[in-house]
């Protein structure tokens, strides 16, 4: 799973996406997960990074998790998996 | 070292376009006390949902709208309206700040009668007034206002039997200019039935005809509609005083004053757009002293006001069970309260504040309660907080009807709380239990086995 290649993510939570000009907020943690997604983190990884810094169980966050990823995949955020095979 | 506080990841598109001028801003302040009591530390002890009643903003308010009407006009008197709010604890504080009793069954004259309420402070409104229930009303010189012929017809009867002569008034409905016009209960003032109502009470001079009652309705937003109101129940009094040279002692406006909730569909919150008890108080004021009563016999002006005067002393406090989203995407919370407790959400905007702290983040929310049935929402959509499963909520201004009208309906009702002007809380109702609902129920004898 990685970011579309083109999507800019400032510190501030300020996200845009040069191809259809929209720009998205998001709040610190989910900063993080999208440069831990950039670093090419694989979920399990993440899940560790986040666990050990926040109140949070895996259960609790795994769920969050999957939820974030599939909101950006409907706003087309994430590379498809034709697209990373090419 | 201490982990950082959890908020679930979120992103949302950023909208450009026209900005909203109704727009209001999300509750930036969480509310983590009630009258100086932890939120926390309430659920902690009292279990989650939990109803909390604020003993001194019942004061404050009842205070407030005692002033209004004290400050125009010189003879007022509240009696409390039970079904609004008939816990014992919260009738006790209206009886304790001088408001009489205005009940609607046997059942709430029992209640008055059973916290030591005087029958003759006692007012007798409803429809369905069993002849057991008049009974008592009678023996107790309680005021009964009568609501139709049939009622009329049965007190005429009762008071030859008890030999007694009570002391009434009736209900009278009218055109004030409002939609929709309640005309089911009482006489009607414009096709004559509540003339004809008052000359066959004084040609029978079986009863005391001591005042005459409307209640025009229910969230009222017009005052100007109670000014009419009350003009007419002056025109009334006067009629009878000229014809019978009977003085009626007193005009009870009923209720209806709107709260500050706000309607389904309104465009501005109720705190800004709803009448103040200064707008209503104007309204009725003026009506009845440029009527055309003598100076020295303006008569009692009583109002039976209840939503008004509750709402905002009672909160409902509850808990995310979960979070999902719909099949549009968009953010769902399950909360432990339903709308069998929470029978306003039917009508109301509820105001709904976290009880936590949280950041600036929010997402467009649909509240739903815990009841497996489709028609339980608390919020259609509301901008929250991100919240987390297991946090806490504070939904304001219930005090009116959810206390009365709440249903045993799949959960138990919950515990309520008064929390005293010293901020100390006092549990009021406690929270009902299987064996409280099995106990009212017989199984016959050929059901009891089956095999398990």
Redesign the interface.
């Known amino acids: 799973m990685k970011l579309r290649k083109n999507v800019a993510v400032s510190e501030a939570g300020l996200?845009f996406n040069p191809v259809t000009g929209?720009?998205?907020?998001?709040?610190?943690?989910?900063v993080e997960?999208l440069n831990l997604i950039r670093d090419e983190k694989n979920p399990a990884q993440i899940s560790r990074v986040i666990l050990?810094?926040?109140?949070?169980d895996q259960a609790?966050?795994e769920k969050?998790?999957h939820?974030?990823i599939?909101?950006?995949e409907?706003?087309n955020l994430l590379e498809s998996h034709e697209e990373t095979k090419a | 070292m201490s982990k950082l506080r959890y908020e679930r990841p979120v992103i949302m598109k950023l909208e450009t376009g026209m900005p909203n001028k109704f727009g209001t801003r999300t509750e930036y302040q969480p509310m983590t006390h009630i009258d100086g009591v932890a939120v926390n530390s309430l659920i902690k002890e009292y279990g989650s949902p939990l109803f909390v009643i604020s003993e001194q903003t019942i004061r404050n308010t009842i205070k407030k709208a005692r002033r209004a009407f004290e400050n125009r006009y010189p003879k007022v008197q509240f009696a409390w309206s039970y079904k609004t709010n008939y816990l014992n604890a919260v009738c006790s504080i209206f009886h304790q700040e001088g408001s009489w009793a205005e009940v609607v069954s046997g059942f709430e004259y029992d209640k008055a009668i059973s916290l030591g309420v005087d029958g003759r402070k006692i007012i007798f409104n409803g429809p369905d007034k069993s002849e057991e229930d008049l009974t008592k009303a009678i023996n107790n010189d309680s005021l009964i206002h009568i609501d139709h012929l049939d009622e009329l017809y049965s007190i005429t009867e009762l008071t030859e039997k008890l030999n007694k002569r009570p002391r009434v008034a009736i209900r009278v409905n009218m055109d004030t200019g409002v939609y929709p016009m309640w005309d089911r209960f009482g006489f009607n003032y414009e096709n004559g039935q509540a003339w004809d109502a008052l000359n066959k009470i004084m040609q029978s001079g079986k009863m005391e005809l001591v005042g005459l009652h409307s209640h025009i309705g229910t969230f009222m937003l017009s005052p100007f509609a109670y000014g009419i109101a009350a003009a007419k129940l002056a025109e009334l009094a006067l009629a009878v005083e000229a014809k019978f040279n009977h003085e009626i002692k007193y005009i009870d406006m009923g209720g209806g004053f709107a709260s500050k909730n706000t309607l389904k569909g309104a465009f501005l919150p109720g705190s800004d757009t709803n009448p103040s008890f200064d707008d209503f108080a104007e309204a009725i004021s003026s009506a009845l002293i440029n009527s055309n009563f003598k100076k020295d016999k303006l008569p009692l002006l009583i109002l039976e006001t209840g939503r008004a005067l509750v709402d905002e002393a009672g909160y409902l406090l509850g808990s995310v069970i979960s979070n999902k989203r719909s099949s549009t995407g968009r953010r769902n919370t399950i909360l432990d309260i339903g709308v069998n407790i929470l029978f306003t959400a039917f009508w109301y905007d509820h105001k709904i504040t976290p009880a936590q702290s949280f950041t600036q983040y929010t997402e467009d929310t649909c509240l739903y309660g815990p009841l497996c049935m489709n028609i339980d929402v608390v919020r259609e959509s509301t901008n929250l907080p991100l919240l987390n499963k297991g946090e806490h909520v504070v939904i304001h201004n219930v005090g009116a009807y959810n206390m009365t009208q709440w249903m045993q309906f799949i959960t138990l009702r919950p515990n309520v709380v008064l929390i005293d002007p010293d901020e100390k809380p006092h549990l009021i109702r406690s929270k009902e239990s299987l064996e409280n609902m099995n106990g009212m129920e017989k199984v016959p004898s050929h059901l009891a086995k089956f095999n398990k």
Do not use: A, Q, R, V
């Open positions: 996200l929209e720009s998205y907020s998001i709040n610190p943690i989910g997960i050990d810094k926040y109140s949070t609790t966050f969050d998790y939820d974030f599939s909101i950006l409907h706003h």
